[in-house]
């Protein structure tokens, strides 16, 4: 199985700050990780595919990077909505798995 | 409008059943697979079930192999969980999301979700 390791598990930052969040994965996926932003008590929300690929309607603040093993994703000027936990998703063989997800909190 | 809704949770019985069951529209739905994704309390996301849009191919997480069962009823739009057996750990709001598939077979991502439906399994 595929374990993919984020960094950090938590962040605090201030409105905005440039912010990046790394997944590595245990061994390569190519290029088939995503990331979703999930507020509480709400469902996942998808931000990024193919690994920088952003989703339409996605504010053009987040992007993604990396192939292989290590990916980011950067916030470039964190905005009162960002303040969410994020995680990454590998989709390239079965099991399907996510990271353990980084809480991005105000400061 | 492209929508997803999940029914169907609620508390059952270590060692019972459950059925889950998420209504699709606004979206062609043989042309997507689609999958359950579930949360535990204050926990981390896991993929639990996938199924492609012909209901040719099904995978599972090994933690359900053989208790759940995903199925899908194209002529209602409509995506099933057939949770049996259940234990305390697979308590958790339980998500359906619809998934695009590239030409290569490959999934894109978990495009677009429901609110969730909770599942709660305790004596």
């Known amino acids: 199985d595929v374990q993919l390791t984020q960094s950090p598990s938590f962040l605090s930052a201030s409105v905005g700050d440039r912010v990046t969040i790394t997944c590595r994965a245990s061994?390569?996926?190519?290029?088939?990780l995503v990331w979703y932003q999930q507020k509480p008590g709400k469902a996942p929300k998808l931000l990024i595919y193919a690994a920088s690929t952003l989703q339409s309607g996605v504010s053009s603040r987040f992007s993604g990077s990396g192939s292989g093993t290590e990916f980011t994703l950067t916030i470039s000027s964190l905005q009162p909505e960002d303040f969410a936990t994020y995680y990454c998703?590998?989709?390239?063989?079965?099991?399907?798995?996510f990271g353990q997800g980084t809480r991005l909190e105000i400061k | 409008e492209v929508q997803i809704e999940e029914s169907g949770g609620g508390l059952v019985q270590p060692g019972g059943s459950m059925r889950l069951s998420c209504a699709a529209s606004g979206f062609r739905f043989t042309s997507y697979a689609m999958t359950w994704v579930r949360q535990a309390p204050g926990k981390g996301l896991e993929w639990v079930a996938s199924v492609r849009g012909d209901g040719s191919e099904k995978r599972y997480v090994e933690s359900v192999q053989g208790r759940f069962t995903i199925s899908r009823d194209n002529t209602k739009n409509s995506l099933y969980l057939q949770m049996n057996s259940l234990r305390v750990e697979d308590t958790a709001v339980y998500f359906c999301a619809r998934v695009p598939v590239a030409s290569n077979r490959y999934f894109d991502a978990f495009d677009v979700w429901g609110q969730g439906t909770m599942v709660t399994v305790s004596s």
């Open positions: 998703q590998h989709l390239s063989s079965y099991p399907i798995t």
């Open positions: 061994q390569g996926v190519s290029s088939y």
